[in-house]
């Protein structure tokens, strides 16, 4: 397998450089404005349907001039046995045009945990590990037609292609 010497660098396994995160909060920033254009006018949740995929939760945490902070999930089970998960925190800036994972929730220790307070990989590569999975799951959901709209409801999305639109 050859590998092309113009990939991104966020697109690599392990972290590269402070600037290589910065690069990924972008594209996960643009990532999340096509999965819900207007995170303002949602309201505090809505949910995405799409034929064949699980159901996406969006809830609105926090909203500021220049932020907004949400949590994305799938929920599994009913009634009192539901399981939340992947789990995240996620913050857009923007001002900045990024988007960073704040934390997540923890099934083994039920309590949300923010990333500087994950064991195993201090600063740079726990961020790395947990937008990159970000990064993923958000490419995911959008070529499953995932989608929030302004009025709470989900409209399918555009498949995603190799390029990255501009928001």
Avoid at 2 to 19: E, G, H, I, K, W
Avoid at 137 to 148: D, M, P, S, V
Wanted: glycine content about 8%; hydrophobic content about 35%; charged content about 25%.
């Amino acid at each position: 397998m050859l590998l092309d010497s113009r990939t991104p660098a966020y697109l690599q396994p392990r972290p590269v450089t402070f600037a290589a995160l910065m690069e990924l909060y972008e594209d996960n920033y643009l990532q999340l404005r096509r999965l819900c254009p207007d995170p303002a006018a949602v309201g505090g949740g809505a949910v995405s349907r799409v034929d064949g995929a699980l159901d996406l939760h969006l809830e609105v945490l926090e909203r500021t001039r220049y932020t907004t902070t949400l949590r994305l999930t799938y929920r599994f089970g009913e009634g009192d046995r539901v399981r939340e998960q992947p789990d995240v925190r996620v913050r857009m800036f923007h001002d900045a045009r990024q988007a960073e994972v704040l934390g997540r929730y923890c099934r083994s220790t039920g309590e949300d945990r923010m990333i500087d307070t994950l064991a195993g990989q201090p600063g740079l590569g726990c961020r790395w590990r947990h937008n990159r999975f970000l990064y993923k799951w958000l490419r995911y959901c959008l070529r499953q037609g995932h989608r929030f709209v302004a009025d709470g409801s989900a409209a399918p999305a555009a498949p995603v292609s190799g390029e990255t639109p501009e928001v």
